[in-house]
């Protein structure tokens, strides 16, 4: 399967939309957090107790999980309207207000854990893309991430990466053919393992991970979509850049930083795989607070 620098691993292979998708994970984070048995709130918050209440940043960086956070305020009291004013994908400053709601104050409290632990960690996640992203937005390198995330949240921080300006990387092990250092050390090599990727007739790109500029000659002979170079230095890669012709794909991973993934990005890779940003990336500090409350005059009769 011949690919070029915009393959099919490049584009948004999340299929389902927020929105939709986790509503068993949104009720599952609910019932965990058991919001409609508030003890608190009940003993210090009158039933009919009406406010407004804003998510402020704390801290600057890119939003993602807007539409899953609203869903969790519907999801806790229909009656909440949440004016959001920033969308997934918009950076924000510290003292941006992100969303202005309205509606019960138990209600409001009830959502707001739940609400910003996903908003939070997949922001941090689109955040720390970003960083990435504009470390080596001077040159043609793209930054993927991988399937270092965590479990039952995969599409939600892989669409996080998309929010921060990076690509997906294969979204499971049945999108694509990667060929790592326990697959050639069971097939026997290289050359051998491509060519039983080939064999089993697929109709998916296949991609073999080097660590050796030796094992990058022999990729290079049998022809793979694209060669992963795992673990070598920016000098090394540079020099495995210069053996792999531009109809294959070349990514680099292993131990690449905000501090030396420029450095990678100019020897002329096509892109840089970082587990980081979705599994050590830290939430975005986020904040909501009651602005105002008081007696909703139609529920008292006044």
């Known amino acids: 399967m011949n690919i070029s620098s915009d393959m099919a691993s490049d584009r948004p292979i999340t299929d389902k939309h927020p929105a939709d998708f986790p509503l068993d994970l949104i009720q599952a984070a609910l019932q965990e957090d058991a919001v409609f048995d508030d003890l608190t709130a009940v003993a210090t918050i009158a039933a009919e107790m009406v406010g407004m209440a804003t998510i402020t940043a704390k801290s600057a960086g890119t939003l993602s999980g807007v539409s899953l956070a609203n869903a969790v305020f519907v999801a806790v009291d229909a009656g909440i309207v949440c004016d959001w004013r920033c969308a997934d994908a918009d950076r924000v400053q510290v003292g941006d207000i992100i969303c202005e709601l309205h509606g019960s104050v138990r209600s409001l409290l009830a959502a707001e854990r739940t609400a910003l632990n996903f908003l939070q960690h997949l922001s941090g996640i689109a955040t720390a893309t970003g960083q990435f992203v504009d470390v080596v ?57 491509i060519h039983a990727c080939y064999q089993a007739g697929h109709d998916s790109w296949i991609e073999v991970e080097c660590e050796t500029l030796e094992e990058v000659s022999e990729a290079v002979a049998v022809c793979p ?3 992963l170079l795992d673990n070598m230095s920016p000098a090394t890669v540079s020099q495995a850049r210069s053996l792999v012709p531009d109809s294959i794909l070349l990514e680099a991973s292993g131990n690449i930083t905000l501090h030396n993934a420029h450095d990678y990005a100019l020897t002329g890779v096509n892109r840089i795989a970082i587990g980081a940003i979705t599994h050590s990336a830290p939430s975005l500090d986020l904040s909501m607070r ?13």
Not at 155 to 165: P, T, Y
Not at 290 to 302: C, F, L, P, T, Y
Request: neutral net charge; proline residues 1%; charged residues 25%.
């Open 137 to 193: 937005a001077d040159t043609d390198c793209k930054i993927a991430d991988t399937r270092k995330t965590t479990p039952g949240f995969r599409h939600l921080e892989k669409q996080a990466v998309l929010h921060g300006g990076g690509v997906n990387h294969r979204m499971d092990l049945r999108s694509g053919m990667l060929i790592k250092e326990n697959h050639i050390k069971a097939c026997g090599s290289i050359t051998d393992a």
């Open 225 to 227: 979509d694209i060669i």
């Open 290 to 302: 009651i602005v105002n409350a008081q007696q909703d005059a139609h529920a008292s009769g006044a």
